[in-house]
């Protein structure tokens, strides 16, 4: 089975903290993703990378930055964190596509309050 | 227009009953389905991929209809563990190994 691991399943920081979201996966898969969840709004792709030290913007990077120096680890960085950012946040990782796309396996997901 | 849509529900059901959900996707060049189960405050969760000819497993079945761009997932017998929200996915051909994600259909199975 695959197994991701989110470093903290609950967090607390204070507004204009540097906060660290770390995830690791086990399966050596290329592609990992960082998404927020949020009521009503879904699953939101931050950004996500193809390879060690590549990375690309998704749909609301403003804010993020990642960080991929190994194959299994993923780090999401909130700069300079605000209250909008107070929500839930999931990693997710999948192996290349081979013909078709592949399915992504997601960790347990930090639940991350900015106060 | 989304490019995934889903009925937000809630399905409300009676134990033992059958509930089917729909996803519409507005990319003809999508090439992957895949249907997930989240529970309350959990990640989501793989429940099964979504082929061309279908695809079941025990009491969920899964359809793909290309010519108007949905998918189903229905659900026989229902159980009250079945509570939580169903979640589709689908891959744009263009999008590499991105999945897009619709908003989620609750499901509630009532004793």
């Known amino acids: 089975d695959v197994k991701v691991t989110q470093s903290s399943r609950y967090l607390v920081k204070r507004t204009g903290e540097k906060v660290f979201l770390e995830c690791v996966q086990d399966?050596?898969?290329?592609?990992m993703f960082w998404y927020r969840q949020d009521p009503g709004l879904g699953l939101r792709l931050i950004y996500f990378?193809?390879?060690?030290?590549?990375?690309e913007k998704g749909d609301i990077p403003e804010g993020y930055s990642v960080s991929r120096e190994k194959k299994e680890r993923f780090s999401l960085i909130l700069e300079s964190a605000s209250t909008n950012q107070t929500s839930m946040y999931l990693c997710?990782?999948?192996?290349?596509?081979?013909?078709?796309?592949?399915?992504?396996?997601f960790g347990d997901g930090t639940r991350l309050s900015i106060l | 227009r989304k490019e995934v849509e889903q009925d937000p529900g809630p399905f409300n059901v009676p134990e033992g009953a059958t509930v089917a959900f729909n996803c519409t996707y507005s990319?003809?060049?999508?090439?992957?389905f895949f249907w997930y189960r989240q529970d309350c405050r959990k990640e989501p969760k793989l429940l099964m991929s979504?082929?061309?000819s279908g695809n079941e497993d025990g009491r969920f079945t899964a359809q793909l209809n290309r010519a108007s761009q949905y998918i189903s997932l229905l659900i026989r017998d229902s159980k009250l563990s079945d509570s939580a929200t169903y979640l589709c996915?689908?891959?744009?051909?263009?999008?590499?190994?991105?999945?897009?994600f619709g908003a989620g259909t609750i499901l509630r199975v009532k004793s």
């Open positions: 990378s193809y390879d060690v030290k590549m990375k």
């Open positions: 990319n003809s060049a999508s090439q992957s």
């Open positions: 979504v082929y061309s």
């Open positions: 399966m050596d898969h290329e592609n």
């Open positions: 996915a689908v891959t744009p051909l263009e999008y590499g190994n991105k999945l897009v």
């Open positions: 997710a990782s999948s192996p290349p596509r081979q013909g078709r796309g592949q399915p992504q396996h």
